[in-house]
T-cell receptor
Framework: DTGVSQDPRHKITKRGQNVTFRCDPISEHNRLYWYRQTLGQGPEFLTYFQNEAQLEKSRLLSDRFSAERPKGSFSTLEIQRTEQGDSAMYLC????????????FGQGTRLTVV | AQTVTQSQPEMSVQEAETVTLSCTYDTSENNYYLFWYKQPPSRQMILVIRQEAYKQQNATENRFSVNFQKAAKSFSLKISDSQLGDTAMYFCAFMKSNNAGNMLTFGGGTRLMVKP
């Protein structure tokens, strides 16, 4: 069990470019979450997958954001036409089945839009 | 919607001393979970302690304990015998227990500095 891994760890992009982040959850974890954390703030929920189905999306997830989890394994989060306000840490978490199961977080991808 | 408030942006404590971090929350739910997560600099968030709302007994994990006051909607974290490795951001979080998604709602965090 190597934990939740995210790639890349850091990404600097120019405004208007598209970026894609990847999250590899712990194997056998059927639930996967994306959160966004701006500097000095707590994480905010973006979206949630159970297996390959995206079951919930926050209002924070604008039309420029899209997330996928093909085959219920890894997940990708794409941001199109990035804006400076998208600069943040993007955290991925996974958890096994069970209401009370704990969530395991990855180290995050820090996005800087210049 | 749930809200979680941490009123102390920063705190410091001397090594080996005790410190208490505050957290209040607002919800209309009766069944839920509360958590304290630790986020060290440039490292991933890890769970420190968890409390089920239906349990009256306060949770403890080694040097970490909570004071859960359900009626007051208060959930503070006490760290005893503080160690340099406790230096981190601490986040209080709420989770509904009857929601299939079980997503977390976080507070704004408290930056804790343990001084030698």
């Amino acid at each position: 069990d190597t934990g939740v891994s995210q790639d890349p760890r850091h990404k600097i992009t120019k405004r208007g470019q598209n970026v894609t982040f990847r999250c590899d959850p712990i194997s056998e974890h059927n639930r996967l979450y994306w959160y966004r954390q701006t500097l000095g703030q707590g994480p905010e929920f973006l979206t949630y997958f159970q297996n390959e189905a995206q079951l919930e999306k926050s209002r924070l997830l604008s039309d420029r954001f899209s997330a996928e989890r093909p085959k219920g394994s890894f997940s990708t989060l794409e941001i199109q036409r990035t804006e400076q306000g998208d600069s943040a840490m993007y955290l991925c978490a996974s958890r096994p089945p069970g209401t009370a199961s704990r969530a395991f977080f990855g180290q995050g991808t820090r996005l800087t839009v210049v | 919607a749930q809200t979680v408030t941490q009123s102390q942006p920063e705190m410091s404590v001397q090594e080996a001393e005790t410190v208490t971090l505050s957290c209040t929350y607002d919800t209309s739910e009766n069944n839920y979970y509360l958590f304290w997560y630790k986020q060290p600099p440039s490292r991933q968030m890890i769970l420190v302690i968890r409390q089920e709302a239906y349990k009256q007994q306060n949770a403890t994990e080694n040097r970490f304990s909570v004071n859960f006051q359900k009626a007051a909607k208060s959930f503070s974290l006490k760290i005893s015998d503080s160690q340099l490795g406790d230096t981190a951001m601490y986040f209080c979080a709420f989770m509904k227990s009857n929601n299939a998604g079980n997503m977390l709602t976080f507070g704004g965090g408290t930056r804790l500095m343990v001084k030698p």
